[in-house]
């Protein structure tokens, strides 16, 4: 009776958890974010590779003493991009290269969503770049006309392995992003 009470935790954890989130309100969309995490809004403006500029608009939440954030980021740019699977790929292996060392990454893919718009979503584990953590990402990367979105959950592993924001939870926040 004791493993199937404990079975039973361990499977409603991440319902748990996300049944203590708070909806955000942003202009561009709304998404439930775990408690526990101050989400704070950047917005920044560069150059994109075609001389044109681009406006991204960052929102994350930290949790852990920063072993762990969620982030929703949208990026406007003055020309439309298109919307295939090898864009959205090439974006997200980007993101990847930023925080792991890719000659450790396993990365899984899969077709998804943010809100209502169709995306590539990728499962990733590896070590950081310096070689002394290792981390497990879950991230969505979606195109939108001139609008790319991200959104993504990444953590440190503890030293057994595991995660806070588990595949469940973190699918639970990336599920609830709705965009206006």
């Known amino acids: 009776m004791k493993r199937i009470a404990l079975g039973m935790i361990c499977l409603l954890m991440p319902m748990l958890l996300f049944a203590q989130a708070t909806q955000y ?107 002394r953590f290792n981390w497990v990402a879950f991230i969505r990367c979606g195109i939108q006309g001139t609008r790319v979105w991200m959104a993504f959950v990444i953590e440190q592993q503890n030293a057994d392995g595991t995660v806070r924001f588990d595949e469940n939870t973190s699918n639970g926040f990336l599920n609830s992003i709705n965009i206006r």
Not at 48 to 59: E, F, H, L, P, R
Not at 73 to 82: L, Q
């Open 25 to 131: 309100e942003a202009p561009a969309f709304t998404a439930n974010f775990p408690s526990g995490g101050e989400v704070k809004y950047q917005r920044s403006t560069s150059t994109a590779k075609d001389g044109t500029s681009m406006v991204n608009n960052s929102y994350a939440a930290s949790y852990d003493n920063d072993g762990a954030a969620l982030f929703i980021t949208y990026i406007d740019y003055a020309t439309a991009r298109a919307a295939t699977v090898e864009n959205e790929d090439r974006i997200i292996d980007g993101g990847i290269s930023n925080v792991f060392d890719t000659t450790t990454v396993n990365a899984t893919r899969s077709n998804s969503h943010i809100g209502n718009v169709s995306a590539r979503a990728a499962a990733v584990t590896g070590k950081s770049k310096d070689g």
